[in-house]
């Protein structure tokens, strides 16, 4: 696949950038921009990671990932935007977001803690 150079150096940055208010301009970033200026009252507990990526097929939106403080373990959850997900089994066309998580993650988060 060939791909213009703008493209790859438009992608190249957006990858590697680690601040949310570097993103070029477009409706993605301004969502994104959005999204972290109605959390500013928990801004001390969410980061910016552009390599985050869930479930190509079917989100369709912001995803994310849920982590230690310290970022020691595997994501203990995640989720995001998957607006098209309901109408591949049925025509109804429904936006959701949701989340999952790993049994093994959350008992070596309890496990951790003592709690089992």
Do not use: H, Q
């Not at 696949?1 to 993605?28: A, E, F």
């Amino acid at each position: 696949m060939n791909l213009d150079n703008t493209i790859v150096d438009t992608i190249i940055n957006c990858i590697s950038n680690k601040d949310i208010n570097k993103l070029p301009n477009l409706d993605s970033a301004k969502e994104l921009i959005s999204l972290f200026n109605l959390c500013v009252d928990i801004s001390d507990w969410i980061i910016f990671d552009p390599s985050v990526v869930r479930g190509l097929t079917y989100y369709t939106g912001i995803v994310f990932e849920v982590v230690d403080k310290e970022n020691k373990m595997r994501a203990i959850t995640g989720g995001g935007r998957y607006d098209n997900l309901v109408g591949t089994y049925s025509n109804t066309k429904l936006p959701m977001c949701g989340f999952g998580f790993g049994d093994c993650v959350i008992m070596d988060l309890l496990k951790l803690f003592w709690l089992v």
